[in-house]
């Protein structure tokens, strides 16, 4: 059985990769394990997927850090704004968020899916599901590709498996062996964009509060006599849960307690009102305690944070509500600021790969050659999408990189 090009997984980059590689010419065939292709997709985003973010390429290789430098190449491919009239095309009319986030304004992923589907079929790329690949290797000029069913001889081979995030999805990590095999470092895979897990009941209680605006760092306490050490810092809303803490500030910090080798010598240290300095928030406080006058502590909340979290402030500070407020002394008030602005839990760990919408680690990067997707070790072998050891924050840079890579690889097969 021989074909031009061989796809690997038929998740967003290789849906988008098999049906340009095919527009563009190739005999195409794109192997998928599950029954249907484009699970995750359809659970992405809260079933509403968010295709990438109201930016430019500059912006998306900026949210990335350092390593989004390795993205340049595919965003001059495909950018945002190309990305956008791509699905605009294929009758997904998208909205941006006031988070700068960019959905289907029907609000339904299944349209997203459906659009790459309809891209696919044009093209005429062939469609070939239940059929996981079990090994990848390189035979003289071509590759061969080992399914459950035949063996495969492919001119060049495009790998977008992803990687082990949302496992029930069918991303179970399968290529990192033949990867391996084939002589490419795999950086360690860790869940990133995954709710923590935390040590404090009094977390637990607030469950379904959600904070707005909450300034959230984690911090490695120090070794040795030195300093404290801020591995990751974020800030936005954030969400009370029965195991801990999510919402986009926990999940975008969570990748540095799931990349650390002892995530229990680690705490959250949280500020609820960071739009305000710390002499602001003792003043806030010293203005509402003069306007309760008599009136018991019990109800003061500060700025608009929910009763429920500015009573459970209260209490961790030593505050007993049935105090008048005059009657609280200087501690006391120092104490509750210090909880607003510098609010320490516990962490325990992560919800791991079950629960975490992207994978950190992958093909290291410095192994693929970014202005193509090719390989440096094995020709005619290509990558894009989440095999790689790229992972961005939330808000839809990653299926933004997913999208840019594959289209640049398919140019390149």
């Not at 009319?93 to 309809?118: C, I, M, Q, Y």
Request: proline fraction near 6%; charged fraction near 25%; glycine fraction near 10%.
């Amino acid at each position: 059985m021989v074909c031009d090009v061989a796809v690997l997984g038929a998740g967003a980059a290789g849906l988008l990769a098999a049906a340009r590689a095919a527009e563009l010419g190739r005999r195409v065939w794109l192997l998928e394990k599950n029954a249907r292709p484009g699970v995750k997709i359809l659970m992405s985003g809260g079933t509403r997927c968010n295709v990438t973010h109201n930016t430019d390429a500059r912006g998306i290789v900026a949210a990335y850090g350092p390593p989004g430098r390795f993205l340049h190449s595919a965003l001059a491919a495909l950018g945002p704004r190309a990305l956008r009239a791509l699905f605009e095309a294929e009758g997904v009319p998208l909205k941006v968020e006031s988070t700068g986030k960019v959905f289907p304004v029907s609000d339904r992923a299944s349209d997203v899916l459906d659009a790459l589907l309809a891209r696919l079929r044009r093209s005429g790329a062939e469609l070939f599901t239940e059929e996981p690949v079990v090994n990848l290797m390189r035979n003289d000029s071509r590759l061969l590709i080992e399914t459950n069913r035949r063996t495969i001889e492919a001119e060049k081979v495009i790998v977008t498996t992803g990687g082990k995030s949302y496992p029930g999805s069918g991303t179970t990590g399968d290529a990192y062996a033949w990867l391996a095999a084939m002589g490419h470092t795999i950086v360690p895979p860790r869940p990133a964009l995954t709710p923590i897990t935390v040590d404090a009941p009094w977390v637990k209680e607030l469950s379904g509060v959600t904070i707005p605006d909450a300034l959230l760092k984690v911090i490695e306490p120090p070794t040795n006599g030195g300093k404290p050490k801020v591995l990751a810092e974020r800030r936005g809303s954030l969400l009370f849960t029965h195991f801990g803490l999510s919402g986009p500030v926990a999940l975008d910090v969570s990748r540095a307690i799931s990349g650390h080798a002892e995530p229990r010598r680690l705490h959250l240290e949280c500020d609820f009102l960071p739009a305000l300095k710390e002499p602001a928030v003792a003043e806030l406080l010293e203005t509402e305690l003069r306007a309760s006058g008599k009136r018991l502590v019990g109800g003061i909340a500060l700025g608009d944070l929910p009763k429920r979290l500015a009573e459970q402030l209260a209490r961790l500070a030593g505050v007993d509500p049935h105090t008048k407020a005059g009657e609280l002394s200087k501690l006391l008030r120092s104490a509750w600021v210090q909880w607003h602005k510098r609010c320490r839990i516990p962490v325990t760990g992560t919800r791991g790969f079950g629960k975490a919408e992207v994978t950190a680690g992958g093909v290291a990067l410095n192994e693929v050659d970014s202005r193509s997707m090719e390989s440096r070790l094995v020709p005619g072998l290509f990558l894009a999408g989440e095999v790689l050891d790229l992972d961005g924050p939330i808000g839809g840079y990653n299926f933004q990189a997913a999208f840019s890579t594959a289209w640049l690889a398919a140019e390149h097969v």
